[in-house]
């Protein structure tokens, strides 16, 4: 077997460097289709027209066939590792080959995002032609070491089920929820409250029942984001990258989904269930057709001062509060919501011993209530004491088909990584917030409010209003604002003879050769005709707002 072992390897070495010959080339496709592109565009006679076209059916030819090449030896190579990988598992462990095996260890991630397959669904998953074209494209994009102008790349079908996997794997809360899978704008049907049936003769006329209907209306709000991959797994199989990927962008999302279910404020995302439980009255956003709206502000936040109690004291006073959740259109998905201090402390608060004096308590579920304890670590997000939970299956989760990602290497080429942005699309809200409840249990209000990461990528400059005029002694300028984003933002500004290169946008930080503007109205040392600065930063000391003038001083 050790014999066999070594000769696959050689092989496998042997195959990978004809691949990564055949890969080198692939540079030189995309140059020359950037070269054919232009020469379309220059293209003024119908001869030129002819020639330009029969270039391109003789680049496209060429470029089936070398593709064909690249996956058809890629699969060769897949082949011979996962007989490689049968052979060593069949072979007694020894020191040498615990070694080689740290050596692969990013092949090693796919067990965990397809751990469900087989070696040989794995491999036919990766084989399959949408998803081999795709991986391939990927790596080849990766390897170009160059700029790619907007290459966006729809994860197909049969990668989508994958990631879709992942992202409810690393969300605590959406495996609770009841989620759909849609397109477009849609309305969602939710049967009202089920009415009781008629005793009657057999053979007696049948009442009919009362039984409504209303809906509710779902878009499709996009969370998005990049990760970055170091190129050295661009260069691996085509199992690892696809492992990289899909955990990527699964985990990526599934943290900002977790957030808005809970805080979204539904304002291009989700609503959440602390959003839709402080509601005072009827959001204009409240359709025609949506259940009745009700207020529960008072009613399922609350406050209890029993902090200092402990065993039936502490959990009769918290069962009360906690059954104020009602399961109005579904039973499923109880959850509780906490920090892992909270956890512990409930847990703490609910030891028993049993026959034999040991020390027991349940420490996945809630003690009595019953329902899931999810553990969210984000003392920011949720306070200690705190609990936010209910009924999951009365929240509506609506999921958007078409995950798009693309990729560059300009961020980050000296850091050898690629850059990869992931997107998808999301939107929901409870449909009965009576099924979910808030309780901080140490005499505080719960906060109904979470601080979302500001969408700067989208955010337009806001154009400072700036006056220059001769200050009151020789040499000064008086510069005054007369209109900024907000009288709370810090000012700041630089003096530059040019503009040259001096380039701001929405979300820049400055460095410290910016001075601070003291207040609406500050004296500046300058020549005249400099140009003067201004920029206006927020809490986060990001640029929002800027503005410039030329500097007038006094003679």
Same mark, same amino acid.
């Given at each position: 077997?050790?014999?066999?072992?070594?000769?696959?390897? #050689?092989?496998?070495?042997?195959?990978?460097?004809?691949?990564?010959?055949?890969?080198?080339?692939?540079?030189?496709?995309? @140059?020359?289709?950037?070269?054919?592109?232009?020469?379309?565009?220059?293209?003024?006679?119908?001869?030129?027209?002819?020639?330009?076209?029969?270039?391109?059916?003789?680049?496209?030819?060429? #470029? &089936?066939?070398?593709?064909?090449?690249?996956?058809?030896?890629?699969?060769?190579?897949?082949?011979?590792?996962?007989?490689?990988?049968?052979?060593?598992?069949? @072979?007694?462990?020894?020191?040498?080959?615990?070694?080689?095996?740290?050596?692969?260890?990013?092949?090693?991630?796919?067990?965990?995002?397809?751990?469900?397959?087989?070696?040989?669904?794995?491999?036919? +998953?990766?084989?399959?032609?949408?998803?081999?074209?795709?991986?391939?494209?990927?790596?080849?994009?990766?390897? &170009? #070491?160059?700029?790619?102008?907007?290459?966006?790349?729809?994860?197909?079908?049969?990668?989508?089920?994958?990631?879709?996997?992942?992202?409810?794997?690393?969300?605590?809360?959406?495996?609770?929820?009841?989620?759909?899978?849609?397109?477009?704008?849609?309305?969602?049907?939710?049967?009202?409250?089920?009415?009781?049936?008629?005793?009657?003769?057999?053979?007696?006329?049948?009442?009919?029942?009362?039984?409504?209907?209303?809906?509710?209306?779902?878009?499709?709000?996009?969370?998005?984001?990049?990760?970055?991959?170091?190129?050295?797994?661009?260069?691996?199989?085509?199992?690892?990258?696809?492992?990289?990927?899909?955990?990527?962008?699964?985990?990526?999302?599934?943290?900002?989904?977790?957030?808005?279910?809970?805080?979204?404020?539904?304002?291009?995302?989700?609503?959440?269930?602390?959003?839709?439980?402080?509601? &005072?009255?009827?959001?204009?956003?409240?359709?025609?057709?949506?259940?009745?709206?009700?207020?529960?502000?008072?009613?399922?936040?609350?406050?209890?001062?029993?902090?200092?109690?402990?065993?039936?004291? +502490?959990?009769?006073?918290?069962?009360?509060?906690?059954?104020?959740?009602?399961?109005?259109?579904?039973?499923?998905?109880? +959850?509780?919501?906490?920090?892992?201090?909270?956890?512990?402390?409930?847990?703490?608060?609910?030891?028993?011993?049993?026959?034999?004096?040991?020390?027991?308590?349940?420490?996945?579920?809630?003690?009595?209530?019953?329902?899931?304890?999810?553990?969210?670590?984000?003392?920011?997000?949720?306070?200690?004491?705190?609990?936010?939970?209910?009924?999951?299956?009365?929240?509506?989760?609506?999921?958007?088909?078409?995950?798009?990602?693309?990729?560059?290497?300009?961020?980050?080429?000296?850091?050898?990584?690629?850059?990869?942005?992931?997107?998808?699309?999301?939107?929901?809200?409870?449909?009965?917030?009576?099924? +979910?409840?808030?309780?901080?249990?140490?005499?505080?209000?719960?906060?109904?409010?979470?601080?979302?990461?500001?969408?700067?990528?989208?955010?337009?400059?806001?154009?400072?209003?700036?006056?220059?005029?001769?200050?009151?002694?020789?040499? #000064?300028?008086?510069?005054?604002?007369?209109?900024?984003?907000?009288?709370?933002?810090?000012?700041?500004?630089?003096?530059?003879?040019?503009?040259?290169?001096?380039?701001?946008?929405?979300?820049?930080?400055?460095?410290?050769?910016?001075?601070?503007?003291?207040?609406?109205?500050?004296?500046?040392?300058?020549?005249?005709?400099?140009?003067?600065?201004?920029?206006?930063?927020?809490?986060?000391?990001?640029?929002?707002?800027?503005?410039?003038?030329?500097?007038?001083?006094?003679?």
């Amino acid at each position: 077997m050790a014999l066999k072992a070594l000769v696959l390897r #050689k092989k496998i070495t042997d195959k990978k460097a004809e691949l990564e010959a055949l890969r080198s080339k692939s540079a030189e496709f995309i @140059t020359r289709e950037a070269e054919l592109e232009a020469s379309v565009a220059e293209a003024t006679s119908e001869e030129d027209v002819a020639v330009v076209e029969q270039a391109i059916e003789a680049f496209e030819a060429e #470029k &089936t066939a070398h593709e064909t090449a690249v996956s058809d030896l890629q699969r060769e190579v897949d082949v011979l590792e996962n007989e490689l990988s049968e052979i060593e598992s069949q @072979t007694e462990t020894t020191p040498a080959v615990n070694a080689e095996r740290n050596e692969r260890k990013v092949s090693y991630t796919m067990e965990k995002r397809f751990k469900n397959f087989t070696i040989e669904q794995r491999t036919a +998953f990766v084989q399959q032609d949408n998803v081999h074209n795709f991986i391939e494209r990927v790596r080849e994009l990766g390897m &170009t #070491k160059r700029s790619v102008r907007g290459a966006d790349l729809l994860i197909p079908d049969e990668v989508m089920p994958l990631i879709r996997e992942e992202i409810a794997t690393n969300s605590k809360l959406l495996p609770f929820l009841r989620v759909v899978s849609v397109s477009g704008t849609t309305r969602q049907p939710i049967a009202g409250s089920i009415p009781e049936a008629v005793w009657t003769e057999a053979c007696a006329n049948i009442n009919e029942l009362d039984i409504s209907f209303n809906a509710v209306d779902v878009d499709g709000y996009k969370v998005a984001g990049y990760i970055a991959i170091c190129n050295s797994v661009l260069e691996d199989s085509d199992v690892a990258l696809a492992s990289e990927i899909i955990s990527a962008i699964g985990g990526a999302i599934a943290k900002a989904i977790d957030k808005a279910i809970l805080f979204g404020t539904g304002v291009k995302m989700p609503v959440g269930i602390m959003t839709r439980l402080a509601q &005072t009255e009827q959001p204009a956003s409240w359709g025609a057709n949506y259940p009745a709206w009700t207020d529960l502000h008072a009613s399922n936040i609350l406050s209890l001062d029993i902090d200092n109690a402990y065993g039936t004291e +502490f959990f009769s006073a918290l069962i009360e509060a906690l059954a104020t959740a009602k399961p109005v259109y579904s039973t499923d998905g109880l +959850f509780w919501v906490m920090n892992r201090k909270t956890h512990l402390h409930i847990m703490a608060k609910a030891l028993a011993v049993n026959s034999n004096g040991a020390i027991v308590a349940n420490t996945a579920m809630m003690p009595i209530v019953g329902g899931t304890i999810v553990e969210i670590e984000d003392e920011d997000l949720i306070a200690d004491n705190v609990i936010i939970g209910g009924y999951g299956g009365n929240y509506l989760m609506a999921e958007r088909a078409g995950a798009r990602f693309a990729q560059s290497d300009i961020p980050m080429f000296l850091a050898d990584q690629t850059v990869f942005k992931g997107t998808a699309r999301y939107d929901g809200m409870p449909i009965a917030g009576e099924a +979910f409840i808030a309780v901080n249990f140490a005499d505080d209000d719960p906060s109904a409010e979470a601080d979302f990461p500001v969408d700067y990528a989208n955010m337009e400059m806001y154009a400072l209003g700036l006056t220059a005029s001769a200050g009151n002694t020789t040499g #000064k300028t008086i510069i005054t604002v007369t209109d900024g984003k907000d009288p709370e933002n810090e000012l700041k500004y630089i003096t530059k003879k040019t503009l040259n290169g001096l380039k701001l946008k929405v979300g820049d930080t400055v460095d410290s050769k910016w001075s601070t503007l003291n207040g609406g109205v500050t004296e500046i040392t300058a020549d005249r005709g400099v140009n003067i600065v201004v920029v206006e930063l927020d809490e986060n000391n990001r640029v929002v707002g800027a503005g410039q003038c030329v500097s007038v001083p006094k003679t």
